[in-house]
Antibody, heavy 121, light 109 residues
Framework: QLQLQESGPGLVKPSETLSLTCTVS??????????WGWIRQSPGKGLEWIGS???????YYNPSLKSRVTISVDTSKNQFSLKLSSVSAADTAVYYC?????????????WGQGTLVTVSS | QSVLTQPPSTSGTPGQRVTISCSGS????????VNWYQQVPGTAPKLLIY???QRPSGVPDRFSGSKSGTSASLAISGLRSEDEADYYC??????????FGGGTKLTVL
């Protein structure tokens, strides 16, 4: 059964770079033809898609975050990662990694439990 | 400001049927499928409906989805207390990104 687990610092200082990793078990990132995505949820707010990476390496980012976001894959560790630069308090959120159910980009069926990242000095 | 528009809240009594609307535009709902997620506070979202009206395995048939033009709806029949949650619609947008609605809080009275 596919499982995803986010990991990374829970506290990041303003202007620094937020880095999170999603470890995948039950599926191989390198052999699957699938998208892998990051979604976040600010406290008390709705869901916001950050971006996705296809197994081929193609990336798709939220236009509002595109200048600060990098999503990459490490097939040797069966992980994919998120980097968000120049963070501010507005980036405080629960960050989820997720995978869609098929070869589409947006039917997110598998989710990690989420990890809270707080941006504060 | 979310790209897709949902009512902030709705409510119903046990056994009742409730619907949640989701309004978008030609570049998202009008041209692409709609998905619905259920989120119980403190937990990760759960895919409830995909491709407008399809249910993943394990989702009761009390939940149904539909789409018409640039709008979509989620219907929940035979409302139960455990249905109390936040519901989000989402769609692919032709500008190559995923867009979400702002979410609708369902209260079971």
């Amino acid at each position: 059964q596919l499982q995803l687990q986010e990991s990374g610092p829970g506290l990041v200082k303003p202007s620094e770079t937020l880095s999170l990793t999603c470890t995948v078990s039950g599926d191989s990132i390198s052999s699957s033809t699938s998208y892998w995505g990051w979604i976040r949820q600010s406290p008390g707010k709705g869901l916001e898609w950050i971006g996705s990476i296809y197994s081929s390496g193609s990336t798709y980012y939220n236009p509002s975050l595109k200048s600060r976001v990098t999503i990459s894959v490490d097939t040797s560790k069966n992980q994919f990662s998120l980097k968000l630069s120049s963070v501010s308090a507005a980036d405080t959120a629960v960050y989820y990694c997720a995978r869609p159910r098929g070869r589409v980009a947006d039917e997110f069926e598998y989710w990690g439990q989420g990890t809270l990242v707080t941006v504060s000095s | 400001q979310s790209v897709l528009t949902q009512p902030p809240s709705t409510s119903g009594t046990p056994g009742q049927r409730v619907t949640i609307s989701c309004s978008g535009s030609a570049s998202n709902i009008g041209n692409n499928n709609v998905n619905w997620y259920q989120q119980v506070p403190g937990t990760a979202p759960k895919l409830l409906i995909y491709s407008n009206h399809q249910r993943p395995s394990g989702v009761p048939d009390r939940f149904s989805g539909s789409k018409s033009g640039t709008s979509a709806s989620l219907a929940i029949s035979g409302l139960r207390s455990e249905d109390e949650a936040d519901y989000y619609c989402a769609s692919w947008d032709d500008s190559l990104n995923v867009v979400f609605g702002g979410g609708t809080k369902l209260t079971v009275l």
